[in-house]
């Protein structure tokens, strides 16, 4: 706790929060009996509000493992949900709901497995439908689309991390105790652990008067070095892969509570919760300093560092990020929360250090987790296939001849639904912010009037990422669109006919 305590520790975190561009960090830890937590920077920026050990930020994917001890609570209780153990097949538990496309996945696919990541569905992240649209989804619906959306490997030959299939788990949830989620988490969880001030969605929160306590969410412009803020939005149809609202303070207790297995978390849901199912790591030599490759178990992240078990997660969604992790050998246990996606790297960093410096690594020794973080990241922003399509843009281009009205109109996918093809600025552009997370996608074409690469820019966050588009025609008309969403296989979109 030395390091915590130390009078150099509040200068490094500014120290990162600049680099990083973040503008608030908070962070709590407990090492035994003693805790200790702080803010740093500011909440918001206009107007200006320190960040605290009390603000509340979106823990997106931290809130994973909150879903995985709901599903733990309900494989407990033999009296009333004796039907519900970690190898039931899903089918069997929610009949008529739970359909997947493919043989045999339907009919296999567990409990376990939509806990770990391996049931051969990818991300499909896109096909979320939002508030922001005439018919939003929720957790039912979201489930009973699963039949639409196709599969791309063997049930349980590959980890394929899936937000999906934990809004399935909820719904899995709710349908056997008779409660909507959130209420399940408070009577189970926030309640008992005193967590007075976590809540499922911003818009519970503000309910429960804790408004100006909420975090704006942040994003960073590198061309006119400016931040761009926003309010956390309500997430419902992604309720359990995310939307937890949480301080450091209060998401303390929790993991404290799975650190010490204290009520409502006993030995049979702790080993339920930390049961290794899945490599994470797909390359063995694609690992940090001194660190084993990193297994799923069950909400959580599993991996040894320098002989030690480490356990977590961490969690990024527009405008923010947050990482919680303990070490059980040491007691040592620590929730880290920012207001920008980067956030999480800088929580990465700083839990590195601390469980560094308790276990006792001379400083000689000790990797420079900064540079390890960085070197992560460039490694992503020099992805060969985004440098390679940017070249395409700038050299191999060729003129649109086609009139844009061929391509114009309604297609429709039953698993991602409607996108509508427009014309703005004499170009090709879909308005997706009905998305969740929304956004739009402005076209560039690039050969044969079919094949295009795609703008990206995310409804809150901005930004230009890059996705591949391609049109079938017939008789001169655009008849199909196929989008490169989250997976390098197109998602084919027929024309809706009069429309």
Not at 12 to 22: A, G, N, Q, S
Request: a negative charge; charged letters at 25%.
């Amino acid at each position: 706790m030395d390091y915590i305590h130390s009078p150099n520790f509040p200068s490094h975190v500014e120290k990162l929060m600049k680099k990083y561009h973040v503008p608030g960090v908070a962070v709590a830890v407990i090492e035994g009996e003693r805790t200790f937590s702080a803010g740093y920077g500011l909440a918001s920026l206009d107007p200006p509000k320190p960040c605290t050990a009390d603000t509340l930020f979106d823990i997106a994917s931290s809130s994973k493992s909150l879903t995985a001890a709901s599903v733990g609570l309900l494989v407990r209780d033999n009296d009333k949900y004796p039907d519900v153990q970690y190898e039931s097949i899903m089918s069997n538990l929610l009949p008529d709901d739970f359909v997947m496309s493919g043989q045999g996945y339907t009919e296999g696919v567990t409990v376990d497995d939509i806990l770990s990541h391996r049931t051969g569905l990818p991300r499909h992240d896109e096909s979320f439908i939002g508030l922001r649209s005439a018919q939003p989804d929720d957790a039912r619906s979201v489930t009973r689309n699963l039949r639409n959306l196709a599969v791309t490997e063997p049930l349980r030959s590959k980890y394929q991390y899936n937000n999906i299939m934990y809004t399935v788990a909820t719904y899995l949830v709710e349908k056997k105790s008779g409660l909507a989620f959130a209420d399940f988490l408070q009577e189970h969880f926030f309640g008992p652990l005193e967590m007075h001030s976590t809540h499922l969605q911003p818009e519970r929160a503000r309910t429960f008067g804790l408004g100006d306590r909420i975090a704006l969410g942040y994003s960073w412009d590198k061309e006119s070095e400016r931040y761009t803020g926003f309010e956390p939005l309500d997430s419902p149809e992604a309720q359990g892969a995310g939307s937890i609202i949480t301080s450091v303070n209060d998401y303390i207790k929790w993991v404290k509570a799975m650190m010490n297995q204290e009520h409502p978390v006993d030995e049979e849901v702790y080993k339920g919760l930390t049961k290794m199912r899945t490599f994470a790591t797909q390359d063995a030599d694609n690992r940090d300093p001194f660190t084993s490759p990193v297994v799923y178990a069950a909400g959580l992240e599993i991996f040894y560092y320098r002989g030690h078990i480490v356990i977590g997660h961490d969690g990024s969604f527009s405008g923010f990020g947050s990482r919680h992790f303990f070490v059980p050998e040491f007691k040592l246990g620590g929730a880290i929360f920012g207001n920008a996606g980067n956030a999480g790297d800088i929580a990465t960093i700083l839990s590195r250090e601390l469980i560094d410096e308790v276990l006792g690594v001379p400083l000689s020794e000790r990797p420079d987790w900064d540079k390890v973080m960085t070197d992560e990241n460039l490694k992503y922003e020099n992805d060969p296939k985004e440098e390679e399509m940017r070249r395409v843009l700038r050299e191999d281009a060729q003129p649109q001849k086609m009139p844009l009205s061929a391509y114009t109109g309604e297609y429709w996918n039953p698993g991602y639904r409607g996108m509508t093809v427009e014309v703005k600025d004499n170009k090709l552009l879909i308005n997706a912010t009905d998305r969740s997370p929304g956004f739009s996608l402005t076209f560039d074409h690039i050969r044969e009037q079919t094949e295009y690469i795609a703008h990206l820019s995310e409804f809150q966050e901005g930004g230009d990422y890059l996705i591949r588009a391609k049109f079938m025609f017939e008789n001169d008309r655009a008849i199909k669109l196929g989008l490169e969403l989250g997976y390098d296989e197109f998602i084919w979109f027929g024309r809706v006919e009069g429309a």
